[in-house]
């Protein structure tokens, strides 16, 4: 035994304990307990299980028992695959139950004539409403619009925020004796056509053109010149104030020709 180390004895004994506190920790930090290398020679010390090591393996065990495990044993290339299909089969299915079915000879027809609106035989009229207080009225309105627009006939738009006889007449014409009534509601060569949904529908399966067929068409790019297709002017009477001067009295009355807005419908394409 030596009672006293030289330096280089001192330094080769120092590499020799931090070689064996390494030895401890594989390079996936698994700990291991200290085993003798004369005992197993033929193997590394970090192929041996120890009883002190760390479990990593959890997130594998997880994998087996969530639902992408239970697909079967195939790659993960072919469950992403597979989950894609389901997803796909399932849209198609929505798709398809969106689409609406022919009409059979047993099948309820998706219009009903019984309504119809006199004097009204060679154009669209159109009940709607211009105010966006609701998002969602006010957009099936925008959208009957536009496809009834797309197919450059003449169309008659009555919009009952403008004026209040147009809800009056409706609720006439339906039946309906208190202020419920959806809008829009389309009224094709005076007979009633239904709502913003059926009107999609039409349009959709090609049946809203034979609907149309026969009525007078616009010119392309054609503004009325007397309003600019807003269909109301200011009243001329009263200029939009709703009342007048009657000299004959001299006294202020209320002006009976325009309505409650101080307007009047457009000669030129509400006639």
Do not use: W
């Not at 009243?235 to 009295?249: A, I, P």
């Amino acid at each position: 035994m030596f009672s006293a180390r030289s330096g280089d004895n001192e330094f080769e004994y120092q590499e020799t304990q931090k070689a064996k506190a390494s030895s401890k920790f594989n390079r996936s930090k698994t700990i291991h307990s200290p085993r003798n290398p004369i005992e197993f020679p033929e193997k590394p010390l970090y192929l041996y299980p120890s009883p002190h090591s760390i479990e990593r393996n959890g997130s594998i065990k997880k994998l087996h028992c969530s639902p992408l495990g239970s697909m079967g044993g195939t790659s993960f290339k072919g469950k992403v695959k597979k989950l894609c299909s389901i997803f796909d089969s399932r849209k198609e299915n929505h798709y398809r139950s969106s689409i609406p079915k022919p009409q059979t000879k047993h099948s309820k027809p998706l219009i009903s004539n019984s309504l119809l609106l006199p004097g009204t035989e060679d154009r669209v009229v159109i009940y709607f409403t211009s105010i966006r207080g609701i998002r969602r009225t006010f957009e099936d309105c925008y959208t009957v619009k536009m496809i009834l627009g797309s197919y450059r006939v003449k169309v008659d738009e009555r919009d009952v925020s403008m004026h209040s006889a147009y809800r009056k007449e409706l609720q006439s014409v339906m039946g309906e004796k208190n202020n419920n009534t959806p809008f829009p509601q389309v009224f094709i060569k005076g007979k009633y056509i239904g709502g913003a949904e059926l009107i999609k529908q039409l349009n959709e399966i090609g049946e809203l053109p034979k609907l149309l067929r026969g009525l007078p068409l616009r010119p392309i790019g054609y503004i009325c010149e007397g309003c600019g297709d807003i269909r109301f002017l200011p009243c001329s009477n009263c200029d939009g104030s709703r009342k007048f001067f009657d000299e004959d009295e001299e006294q202020i009355r209320r002006c009976h020709v325009c309505n409650e807005n101080g307007l009047i419908r457009c000669t030129l394409c509400c006639s």
